[in-house]
Each structure stands twice: as C-alpha cells, then as structure tokens.
C-alpha cells in the first residue's frame, strides 16, 4: 500500500469533525485565542478551559492533549505554532516540530485518524505555500516511519487552502 494514501485533504470547520483527535493552532497560554483556537474553545465548552488551566501552558513547536468535551473529536491535541518573522527564526523547523509533536501524541494516545488545521496561517502569518509544504512533507515523512494515526486529514477553512494542500499531498504521491 502508499502510505500516502492515509493523507486526505478537507474543506470545512475542524470543530465539525468526528475523528480521534483533532489539533488546535493554540498560543503559549493555551487558555484560548481568535481563529481556530476561538472556534474549538466555543465548540468544545468552558470545561476545556479548566482542563488548559492545568497544564501550565506550552512552548512553541511542542503539543499537550486534553479531552474533546462537547465536540464530535475525542481528543484535541495543542500544539504552538511560530509567529513568522521573515523565516530567519527557526520558523521553518519550530513549524515541522508542531506536526511532528502533535503525531507522537496522537500515536502514544492510539488515535487512528487526526485532523489538523493549517498551523501558524492565520494570525501568526506563516506564509501559506511554504507552511504547506511543511505540514505535507512532514506529515509524509512521519506517517511513512509508522503504523499510527493511520489517516491524517488537513482540514483547511477555504476552498483556496484546500486546492494548495491537494497540489502539495499530490506531489508528494508522485515523489
Ligand atoms: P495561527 O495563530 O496559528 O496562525 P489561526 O487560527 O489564526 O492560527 O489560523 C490558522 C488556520 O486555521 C488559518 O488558515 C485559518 O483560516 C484556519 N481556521 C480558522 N478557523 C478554522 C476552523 N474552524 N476550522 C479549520 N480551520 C480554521
């Protein structure tokens, strides 16, 4: 079988998806944000918040996991993107660090299918091809050393989004 196989590309809201773990572009606070981070603390409930609280925030590039609460997803993984400042910072490599974190979570929690969204594209204004390549081509590499998750979805928010990851996952299925 293609390994490559096991990466799907969607369209939607993250917050919507019944899958084993979703993962959350968080801040180092982890207690909440704008974004994607807004829309899974609203549709995850106040509990989430209590479960944060406790975990004394996280460091950029690193993961912690805690309980989906009201949403369809049993766990939701948050990890820290880097802010881009011009891509001489370690952006590129803190950003690989995200995907690679939030996949040995899901693997030590037994989740067969996560859902992540485009880390760092939004309000830390990552730019959007580069942190594609990023998220596909690490995604690729770590799902091909390992039996678990077995899926992994992109969940991008727009259509645009969408058509960069169905380019990039595609080339990586030539390669
Ligand atoms: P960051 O601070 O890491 O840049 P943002 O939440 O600002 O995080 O943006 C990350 C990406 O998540 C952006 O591409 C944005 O369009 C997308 N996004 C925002 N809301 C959702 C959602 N509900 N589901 C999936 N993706 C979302």
Not at 69 to 75: H, I, M, V
Not at 152 to 159: G, K, P, R
Request: negative net charge.
């Amino acid at each position: 079988m293609n390994d490559r196989a096991r990466i799907e590309v969607h369209a939607g809201d993250i917050t919507k998806l019944a899958v084993d773990a979703i993962v959350n572009a968080a801040n180092t606070s982890l207690l909440g944000g704008g974004g994607v981070d807004g829309a899974i603390h609203r549709a995850a409930g106040r509990e989430l918040e209590f479960e944060c609280r406790m975990l004394n925030g996280c460091k950029v590039g690193e993961a912690k996991i805690t309980k989906g609460y009201k949403l369809p997803a049993r766990y939701i993984i948050h990890t820290v993107g880097p802010v881009w400042q011009g891509g001489g910072k370690g952006e590129a490599e803190l950003l690989a660090s995200c995907y690679i974190s939030s996949l040995e979570l899901a693997a030590a929690n037994d989740c067969r299918t996560v859902a992540f969204p485009a880390i760092s594209t939004g309000v830390y204004r990552y730019p959007k091809d580069e942190a594609t390549q990023i998220a596909v081509d690490t995604v690729g590499a770590f799902i091909d050393e390992r039996t678990m998750p077995e899926t992994v979805i992109f969940c991008c928010f727009d259509d645009q989004m969408a058509e960069l990851y169905r380019q990039a996952v595609a080339a990586l299925r030539k390669s």
